[in-house]
């Protein structure tokens, strides 16, 4: 695996110095964009079995799994379960609501365009979670392909810029108080990354509030996964039993029976164990505040690594063949949960 795992570490320590010299951008990006480039030139995952360029194959394919998933225990480092609990109860309705909303939305506008499963959940979670670290933490749950975690990334990061440019502006017009608009950028920016950035441009108060709320809608991932792969599961077993295998009609059976806490727990991936835990050790005081900023910077280097290794994996024909569907349905979500978060502030009072 060291050939592929090498080509994914270079390509995202570029996409790390381009992300320190312009923050906005992240590290996330500028790692897909220019793994899908080289991937361009050297198309390992077309490539002929004993070529130079498939050699890469395994390497990748471990790195934009196994490490991304890392990436999202980490993030749980920097999460204090008591503050988000604190803040959680002031905007879960608004919170809850905009992730209803967009995940139903994501639904509805993705089978009127025709837009594949996979990629329309992995949109529509990216969108009403956490942009990269859900479309990750979702990804190995539905046994999506690179292509479509390459384009879902790249839809979501489009939508991002736009918020961070257009957001400001928004909440100055709406005459919105600082905690209100930390509340909508908590809510309604996709990846933590642009939800600082929209706040702070903003001011510091939205900033500091903004942060905790998109930290406690980060843990939804978790129902989220659940949900996801109790799904999964029973729609293999309705696949097998319609195609005649006794055991599978069995499984189909209990899958479709009561859903014991222990059969749920089967369901949540490790990592997703892992990123609460994470999150327990430091509100234990277990992590000393001095680790978290080595911590983070690890967690996003993890992500460049693995966002590289997806770039590098992209099929860019298959990119081509889903059209421009996949950024629309991106659009409308965005302008969707926008509009949804704000609704919601105003018939809640919370808006101000």
């Known amino acids: 695996m060291l050939p592929g795992i090498a080509a994914a570490v270079g390509v995202g320590i570029a996409a790390t110095a381009v992300g320190r010299g312009v923050p906005l951008v992240g590290t996330a990006m500028p790692g897909a964009v220019l793994g899908a480039v080289l991937a361009l030139v050297f198309k390992p995952a077309a490539a002929a079995a004993g070529s130079r360029a498939a050699s890469l194959v395994p390497g990748l394919k471990y790195a934009s799994s196994f490490l991304l998933q890392c990436s999202v225990v980490l993030l749980g480092t920097g999460l204090s379960l008591r503050e988000a609990l604190r803040v959680g109860v002031t905007s879960l309705p608004v919170m809850l609501g905009t992730l209803a909303v967009c995940l139903g939305a994501a639904w509805l506008y993705g089978r009127l365009l025709w837009v594949t499963g996979p990629l329309r959940t992995l949109i529509g979670v990216g969108t009403g979670i956490c ?10 749950v539905i046994e999506a392909s690179s292509a479509e975690i390459a384009y879902a990334v790249s839809t979501i990061f489009v939508f991002n810029i736009a918020a961070v440019l257009i957001f400001p502006v928004i909440g100055h017009a709406l005459g919105m108080s600082q905690h209100s608009f930390g509340l909508f950028a908590g809510t309604a920016v996709n990846d933590t990354s642009s939800v600082v950035a929209t706040a702070t ?13 998109k930290l406690v809608r980060t843990l939804m991932i978790i129902p989220i996964c659940v949900a996801l792969g109790w799904l999964a599961q029973r729609r293999s077993a309705s696949a097998a039993s319609a195609a005649g295998d006794e055991t599978a009609v069995a499984d189909e ?4 029976g009561r859903m014991s806490a222990r059969r749920a727990l089967r369901l949540v991936p490790w990592f997703l164990i892992g990123f609460v835990a994470a999150a327990a050790l430091n509100s234990l005081g277990v ?12 967690s996003l280097f993890l992500v460049a690594v693995a966002l590289s290794a997806i770039g590098l994996s992209t099929d860019l024909a298959a990119l081509r063949r889903a059209g421009a569907k996949p950024l629309l349905l991106g659009a409308l979500l965005w302008v969707t949960v926008g509009a949804a978060s704000l609704g919601l502030q105003l018939l809640t009072g919370t808006l101000h």
Do not use: E, W
Request: aromatic share 6%; proline share 5%; glycine share 16%.
């Open 131 to 140: 942009g990269a670290s859900a479309i990750a933490a979702v990804s190995p």
């Open 201 to 213: 441009t903003y001011g510091s108060g939205a900033a500091g509030y903004a942060v905790v709320v």
């Open 253 to 256: 059976a209990a899958v479709g």
């Open 287 to 298: 992590i000393p505040a001095s680790a978290h900023g080595a911590l983070s910077q690890v």
